[in-house]
């Protein structure tokens, strides 16, 4: 079964730096979203795409975050100087139109010193 | 504003025994209603959905859930658990796109 994709599992980045999760979705998807899980609490939408631009953002995505389909496999999520809070881990999920079930991959675990 | 809520954090049952995790949603429109499983270490996977028709959906590994509009409830149930199940379960809602998680409810299975 095709599935989504995560590189790293585990990023370790220090306070400040920039960091790029990078995702593939399963192929014949069009749209494609990015989750965050703050160990201990809930799973939090933070952005969907589609079409090369993003369709909805939560209050989380805010300047510091962005998103980017750089090719046709690939779609990555950029976190420009990292903060402690930032500290969770990333789900990327992909869906083949707005109202069918996401498929997540395993996520990323980011850690920021 | 739509919300989730599942009301047990932690639940154990005893392996063969049946289970049913609770959730509640708020939504203004019909919902699309989720379950997701999540082993530790490893993403979300889809146990089952709904979005219209028959209110008792089939899903994997032998689960099903109950749309209940007027008790705004989508609880997941299984008859026989089994030690593999153990995991957390997350019940959303989300129409276009946007998914809207519980807090989660973590399964233990005891021998």
């Known amino acids: 079964e095709p599935e989504v994709t995560q590189t790293p599992s585990h990023q370790v980045t220090q306070m400040g730096q920039e960091v790029i999760l990078r995702c593939v979705p399963i192929s014949n998807h069009l749209y494609f979203y990015w989750y965050r899980q703050i160990l201990g609490q809930k799973v939090e939408f933070l952005v969907s795409f589609y079409n090369n631009e993003i369709s909805e953002k939560s209050e989380i995505f805010d300047d510091q975050f962005s998103v980017e389909r750089p090719d046709g496999s690939n779609f990555t999520l950029k976190i420009r100087s990292t903060k402690l809070e930032d500290s969770a881990m990333y789900f990327c999920?992909?869906?083949?139109?707005?109202?069918?079930?996401?498929?997540f991959g395993d996520g990323t675990r980011l850690s920021i010193l | 504003a739509q919300s989730v809520t599942q009301p047990d954090i932690h639940i154990t049952v005893s392996e063969g025994a049946s289970l049913e995790l609770r959730c509640n949603y708020s939504?203004?429109?019909?919902?699309?209603l989720f379950w997701y499983v999540q082993s530790p270490g490893q993403g979300l996977q889809l146990l089952l959905k709904?979005?219209?028709?028959?209110?008792l959906v089939q899903g994997i590994k032998g689960f099903e859930a109950e749309f209940k509009r007027s008790q705004s409830s989508f609880n997941l149930r299984k008859p026989s658990v089994h030690w593999s199940d153990a995991a957390e379960y997350f019940c959303?809602?989300?129409?276009?796109?946007?998914?809207?998680f519980g807090t989660g409810t973590r399964l233990t299975i005891i021998p």
């Open positions: 939504y203004g429109a019909t919902p699309y």
């Open positions: 959303a809602v989300g129409p276009h796109g946007k998914l809207t």
């Open positions: 999920a992909s869906s083949e139109t707005r109202d069918q079930p996401q498929h």
């Open positions: 709904y979005f219209s028709g028959d209110t």
